[in-house]
């Protein structure tokens, strides 16, 4: 299928493959985690908290010479407030991710070895992979991750597919055209 106009090669034909979804935050937010679990950057983003709240009761508690079962239950809740809101903080970027294409509604896209097109109730666009880097898949979802340069991030839930098949498919061009992780 041809999803740009011109010419369409057998291969672009024989790869394409459509889905029909509607985001929500919940995909969002999976995608978010999984980020979180996979990637550096993910990783130092989810523990930066909890790292500098133990630092900074280590340091204070070293300078103000506080007793052993004070400095103890200060780190320990320190670590567990910290770690807390680095969750509450991907609930929210999840949110406000999902407040930005929420307006788009059902979307339809479809990906052949060149990129996707996304056209949605509201809106539509398409990407070459070159945009992303890398992608990572979760029980529910493809997430695309952009490279060094962008920060973005596609979220691709799989019960959008047609069939099994197409789950397959896209995971076919997906590894194709990009890092898996």
Partial sequence: MDIRGGDST???RDTAVEFVYRLTAADFEEALRARARRTPAGRAQVLMGPLMAAIGVVVFGAFLDVS?????ISLVL???????GAVRGLRTMARRMFSMVQSYGQCRMVADDRGAVTTGEQASFSMDWSVFREYLETPGLFVLLGGDRAAG????PKRGAQGPAD????RVVLDRNLKRL
């Fill in 10 to 12: 057998g291969t672009d």
């Fill in 68 to 72: 052993l079962p004070v400095w103890i």
């Fill in 78 to 84: 320190s670590v567990g407030v910290a770690s807390w």
């Fill in 153 to 156: 991030v596609a979220v691709l």
């Fill in 167 to 170: 789950v397959d498919l896209l």
